[in-house]
């Protein structure tokens, strides 16, 4: 297997790769919102974007964010998206992309490669393991979303009213 470093002509490939990953994790499969998100990450230079290539054919799939970490004082690096088609798995595609992107990590001088995986997704936990990553027992991940819903109630507008709330 081949890995490359995709560029703009290769993101409607990529894009197929990136899909699938995404439904993996449960979002709707739409090759045209994946395709116009890596060409924007592609295009400003926020990405990296691998592709694994077995005779002609697209098989495997990694997107980096590099990145720095405060605590480190050192750049480090993002895998932040892994996929191998399902035909692909067990031939060493994985072990390609992650050789891959360890060896471009440390000649760009990242101290290390971060990744995470879903808590369930123990084949890949496996693979991570196998190859050297450590499951970090220090620091937990939260996440919040920046959009909020809001909901305007019955009798809100009165509510302010009788408070002497006003907007202006």
Do not use: C
Not at 75 to 97: C, F, K, P, Q, S
Not at 104 to 111: N, P, R, S
């Amino acid at each position: 297997m081949t890995v490359i470093r995709a560029e703009l002509a290769d993101v409607l490939e990529a894009a197929q790769l990136f899909a699938a990953y995404r439904e993996f994790y449960g979002e709707p499969y739409d090759t045209s919102a994946a395709g116009a998100f890596l060409a924007s990450r592609i295009v400003r230079d926020e990405s990296i974007v691998l592709l694994g290539l077995s005779d002609d054919e697209v098989v495997g799939f990694a997107q980096i964010y590099p990145t720095f970490s405060s605590t480190r004082l050192a750049r480090i690096w993002v895998l932040n998206d892994l996929y191998v088609v399902e035909h692909a798995r067990g031939t060493g595609a994985v072990d390609e992309l992650l050789d891959t992107v360890l060896s471009m990590a440390t000649d760009a001088g990242a101290q290390a490669v971060e990744l995470s995986t879903a808590h369930t997704n123990t084949r890949a936990q496996a693979v991570y393991e196998r190859h050297g990553y450590q499951l970090d027992e220090v620091y937990r991940t939260y996440e919040k979303p920046t959009t909020t819903l809001r909901f305007v109630w019955e009798g809100q507008l009165n509510e302010r009213s009788r408070l002497g709330i006003t907007d202006g």
